[in-house]
């Protein structure tokens, strides 16, 4: 009888371990199944539930349920480093002065001033490209190594007033000469700049057809600079008295000018080879310098008196 009582607590202790261990096992595997039934979202709907006061839960969705929710649409940010900017209106074209009424209703140009070469031409850029441009109409001294008398005094004044401006230049009929330098009217800051360097007596005039849509006025222009004798006719001796000025019809189509000598003076420019002898060469020479212009055309090259000291008598 002893023997069976302990068999039986024995059986009945293994029972007991084993049930435990039973238990101790089932419930690990019940809890973690329990939690993989809820999904993140419903997790996460039941903790906001579950913080919300009693009158927002009424109106919130029960857990299993979507949740919907009404996202206003994003907002448009521009780019970082990008501007609204409005497109400014184009420059208008500034109305050229009453002096330059003679320029003829060609296509205006806008280029600017680099840098003024000397007393008729300037170095400009325009459209992102470089060009030389010399005056029409007139001819200042020359300026550099070999500069003639006002060279200087021409280019200074060309400088004042043209360096670092936009300018605007018209052109009359030739667009470039042999140099290929463009030959324009310029006008800046409502002064018509080839009218005042003949003006001003530092350029002469100089008829060069077909451009002589202004030759009208820069020849009178020349005859005041004259009589006051200012710039290149400081020492300018007129052959015979000057009447008063006439008023030119600047509409009128110019008359061209009639040489009144061997050559003439204000006329195509000239060098030793146009002459056919060294006397043809010399009787021009000392004709322009009895005309006040003195050596114009730069023949007299050691300036000894002699034009042309090369070519055959």
């Not at 600079?225 to 300018?236: P, T």
């Not at 008295?241 to 420019?269: M, Y």
């Amino acid at each position: 009888m002893e023997k069976k009582s302990r068999l039986r607590k024995i059986i009945l202790i293994v029972l007991g371990v084993n049930l435990a261990c039973s238990v101790l096992c089932l419930v690990p595997f019940f809890l973690l199944g329990g939690m993989a039934l809820l999904s993140p979202k419903q997790i996460t709907v039941s903790t906001v539930v579950a913080n919300q006061p009693p009158a927002e839960k009424q109106s919130t969705l029960l857990v299993g349920e979507l949740l919907t929710e009404t996202t206003p649409a994003p907002t448009a940010i521009p780019p970082v480093g990008f501007a609204s900017v409005t497109p400014l209106p184009p420059t208008a074209t500034p109305d050229l002065p009453a002096d330059a009424a003679c320029i003829p209703a060609n296509p205006r140009e806008r280029a600017l001033v680099v840098q003024a070469l000397d007393g008729a031409r300037l170095q400009v850029v325009m459209r992102e490209q470089t060009y030389i441009v010399r005056y029409l109409g007139v001819r200042a001294p020359d300026f550099g190594l070999k500069s003639q008398p006002f060279g200087p005094e021409a280019a200074i004044f060309n400088k004042s007033l043209t360096q670092n401006q936009v300018i605007t230049m018209v052109q009359d009929v030739t667009e470039y000469n042999d140099a290929h330098e463009l030959l324009r009217y310029v006008v800046v800051n409502n002064r018509f700049v080839n009218l005042e360097l003949a003006r001003q007596g530092l350029a002469e005039a100089l008829p060069t057809a077909p451009d002589g849509s202004c030759d009208a006025i820069f020849a009178q222009a020349q005859q005041q600079a004259q009589q006051d004798r200012v710039g290149l006719w400081k020492d300018y001796q007129p052959t015979a008295t000057p009447g008063p000025l006439s008023t030119l019809d600047l509409s009128a189509s110019p008359t061209p000018a009639v040489a009144a000598g061997p050559c003439e003076c204000q006329g195509a420019d000239l060098d030793c080879a146009d002459f056919a002898t060294r006397a043809e060469a010399q009787a021009c020479y000392d004709y322009c310098k009895s005309q006040g212009f003195g050596d114009i055309f730069l023949i007299d090259i050691d300036q000894d008196g002699i034009a042309c000291i090369n070519k055959r008598p």
